[in-house]
């Protein structure tokens, strides 16, 4: 896979090297970048240009990348990048970074991404996720197509440890996707049993968040999912 990241600070530099350790090919575009930040990630291609100039798009050869990383300190950048990125060269996926909490309404289709990454929000949903058993808890957006990935930690108790997951009728439009047991990550089958304690990760809509909670949770109050 061949991924554009747009911002060498330490974000950047940090997804790109965790990019190439899996073996995709990085290439990285900074206008302020030097001859330090290159050395730190030999292995990335880098351009020395504004990623907000078609001109310095064209020379990155975005119409061959498969990923778009807007990862820089600034949301406007961010923002230009992904629409240029989607409606100039047609990229499949965008990533934008988003600095300003107060922006996030902005990151969306309308501006070329696929999927906007809060690091507040992020860290909110950690935090509550930590404290809040039985809350469900928004990890982030899929803007596109308008649906999410919560987690929900099984209270204990529950009706519904040691359940097959074949045996569970999930809300519509819902899909487990991976179970955190004790800090092991585990590939859901039809024939795996759910504990108590189990955090359980999922793909769904707003429309069936309190459906879901109430159905793993019903003791616990349904309060908003955002984080």
Same mark, same amino acid.
């Given at each position: #896979?061949?991924?554009? %990241?747009?911002?060498?600070?330490?974000?950047?530099?940090?997804?790109?090297?965790?990019?190439?350790?899996?073996?995709?090919?990085?290439?990285?575009? +900074?206008? +302020?970048? !030097?001859?330090?930040?290159?050395?730190?990630?030999? &292995?990335? =291609?880098? $351009?020395?240009? !504004?990623?907000?100039?078609?001109?310095?798009?064209?020379?990155?050869?975005? &119409?061959?990348?498969?990923?778009?990383?807007?990862?820089?300190? +600034? +949301?406007?950048?961010?923002?230009?990048? =992904?629409?240029?990125?989607?409606?100039?060269?047609?990229?499949?996926?965008?990533?934008? *970074?988003?600095?300003?909490?107060?922006?996030?309404?902005?990151? !969306?289709?309308?501006? @070329?991404?696929?999927?906007?990454?809060?690091?507040?929000?992020? #860290?909110?949903?950690?935090?509550?996720?930590?404290? =809040?058993? @039985?809350?469900?808890?928004? %990890?982030?957006?899929?803007?596109?197509? /308008?649906?999410?990935?919560?987690?929900?930690?099984?209270?204990? *108790?529950?009706?519904?440890? @040691?359940? *097959?997951?074949?045996?569970? /009728?999930?809300?519509?439009?819902?899909?487990?996707?991976?179970? %955190?047991?004790?800090? *092991?990550?585990?590939?859901?089958?039809?024939?795996?049993?759910?504990?108590?304690? !189990? &955090?359980?990760?999922?793909?769904?809509?707003?429309?069936? &968040?309190?459906?879901?909670?109430? $159905?793993?949770?019903?003791?616990?109050?349904? /309060?908003?999912?955002?984080?």
């Amino acid at each position: #896979m061949r991924v554009v %990241i747009v911002g060498a600070g330490s974000v950047g530099r940090s997804i790109a090297q965790e990019l190439l350790l899996s073996g995709h090919q990085v290439l990285l575009i +900074d206008k +302020d970048a !030097d001859d330090v930040q290159a050395s730190r990630v030999p &292995e990335a =291609s880098w $351009l020395l240009a !504004d990623a907000c100039e078609l001109a310095s798009l064209e020379e990155a050869r975005l &119409e061959e990348c498969d990923v778009v990383v807007a990862a820089t300190g +600034d +949301d406007k950048v961010n923002l230009v990048v =992904s629409l240029l990125a989607k409606t100039e060269f047609g990229v499949p996926r965008t990533v934008a *970074r988003v600095n300003n909490p107060k922006n996030e309404w902005m990151f !969306d289709e309308s501006w @070329g991404v696929d999927v906007a990454v809060s690091t507040p929000r992020l #860290m909110t949903a950690l935090i509550e996720e930590a404290v =809040s058993i @039985g809350d469900l808890v928004r %990890i982030f957006e899929f803007q596109q197509g /308008r649906a999410a990935m919560v987690e929900l930690t099984l209270p204990d *108790r529950s009706e519904f440890a @040691g359940r *097959r997951i074949g045996d569970v /009728r999930w809300p519509e439009d819902t899909v487990l996707v991976a179970i %955190i047991r004790g800090q *092991r990550p585990i590939a859901p089958t039809p024939d795996d049993a759910i504990e108590s304690g !189990d &955090e359980l990760l999922f793909i769904t809509t707003a429309e069936q &968040e309190a459906q879901l909670q109430r $159905l793993l949770a019903p003791d616990v109050k349904p /309060r908003s999912a955002e984080a």
